[in-house]
């Protein structure tokens, strides 16, 4: 999987380079192939627990289906930057932006009231 979405970024960085709205409908639709069949062999090896009779409620899953059961689920979610090459391949710019605010409150317990936020906000920039 690592493998396939690392291509699909690449991928995706050769039609940025070329200056494309969107990728070829061909390539999107064969890596969303490639990414449906590894997650279809992953969970022919760790299929979900099933229900035992007479109970209720959730199963709880072993972690390696849940590995499998999260990204078919949001698929989607998953694949956006396919469908938009506006949307990053990941979220790391994101996390920086967020670091420093989170370490200033954890460091010194600011930033409980809109007021200190906004001061160190504007110290900030």
Known sequence: MITLLCHADAVVGVAQAQDLE???ASNGEHLR?????ILSKA???????????GTRGRVK?????????????????????LADLRVPFN??????????PKLEQKAYGRLRSDTGAGDFAIIRS
Do not use: C, H, K, S
């Not at 899953?61 to 989607?76: D, G």
């Open 22 to 24: 969107t990728l070829p």
């Open 33 to 37: 192939i490639r990414y449906d069949t």
């Open 43 to 53: 969970e022919a090896g760790n299929p979900p627990r099933p229900r035992r009779p």
């Open 61 to 81: 899953q072993p972690p390696a289906y849940n590995l499998i059961w999260w990204p078919r689920e949001r698929r989607n979610e998953v694949l956006r930057f």
């Open 91 to 100: 979220n790391n710019q994101a996390e920086r932006d967020l670091r420093m």
